[in-house]
């Protein structure tokens, strides 16, 4: 039972450009959403959160929307650069669930220059 | 010390060895993970420690076994492992058990069985 989903496997995009990373769950009890960042050999790093009591939240380049009644959220990256080149994992948690990270599969980002 | 140390970066064991894996961190989190990774999936939570107590277990196999000797150190010993075992082992922590966000991973132990 994949709870967290993300159905692109991959992306590739051109430096500048916008960058749109998507994700649908299926528990309605996730109160936290998170994005992570991964390279190769190394392990996953933090790259932007939002609760579930909102519907965005932006850090620089980096803004995450949430549409709950969809069960939905997005990374957007803007622009995107070579370095952002990397597999990104959306990941969700409950409080009931022990506060647990649940991650997506991943999708891997290339950006061209 | 914002870091999650994980040690060693790459083992290599035969199925009737016993080894162990070890992660340290010195943030004052009170919650440690370990999650294993297989290529192309996503990571998946095996054990947490909260308080070095042990909170959660994932149906783990016994064959794999957690320790959290002090809050600063988290264990995970490895004895008649299978090939298909292989992985990226993450230890990651957060200061208290529950909260979704603030984890902060370590570079992960690849380990490969043979």
């Known amino acids: 039972d994949q709870q967290v989903k993300q159905n692109s496997p991959s992306l590739s995009v051109q430096e500048g450009r916008i960058s749109i990373l998507n994700c649908d769950y299926t528990n309605s009890m996730f109160d936290y959403f998170l994005w992570y960042k991964k390279y190769p050999a190394e392990g996953p790093t933090f790259l932007i959160s939002?609760?579930?009591?909102?519907d965005k939240n932006e850090d620089g380049r980096f803004t995450v929307f949430l549409n709950k009644s969809a069960k939905h959220l997005s990374l957007h990256i803007v622009p995107s650069q070579p370095g952002d080149s990397a597999v990104y994992f959306c990941a969700a948690s409950a409080m009931n669930q022990g506060g647990k990270l649940i991650f997506g599969q991943g999708t891997e980002l290339s950006v061209k220059p | 010390d914002t870091e999650v140390t994980q040690t060693p970066k790459h083992l290599v064991m035969g199925m009737t060895n016993k080894k162990s894996l070890k992660c340290e961190q010195h943030m004052g989190h009170r919650a440690m993970y370990w999650y294993k990774q297989k290529a192309k999936k996503p990571p998946e939570l095996m054990f947490v420690?909260?308080?070095?107590?042990?909170?959660i277990n994932e149906s783990v196999p016994s064959r794999f076994s957690p320790e959290c000797p002090n809050s600063s150190l988290l264990n995970l010993h490895l004895h008649a492992l299978q090939p298909e075992d292989s992985a990226l082992y993450l230890c990651?922590?957060?200061?208290?058990?529950?909260?979704?966000?603030?984890?902060?991973f370590g570079s992960g132990t690849r380990l490969t069985v043979v």
């Open positions: 420690y909260s308080y070095e107590k042990l909170s």
């Open positions: 939002i609760s579930s009591i909102k």
């Open positions: 990651a922590s957060s200061q208290i058990q529950g909260q979704g966000y603030g984890y902060t």
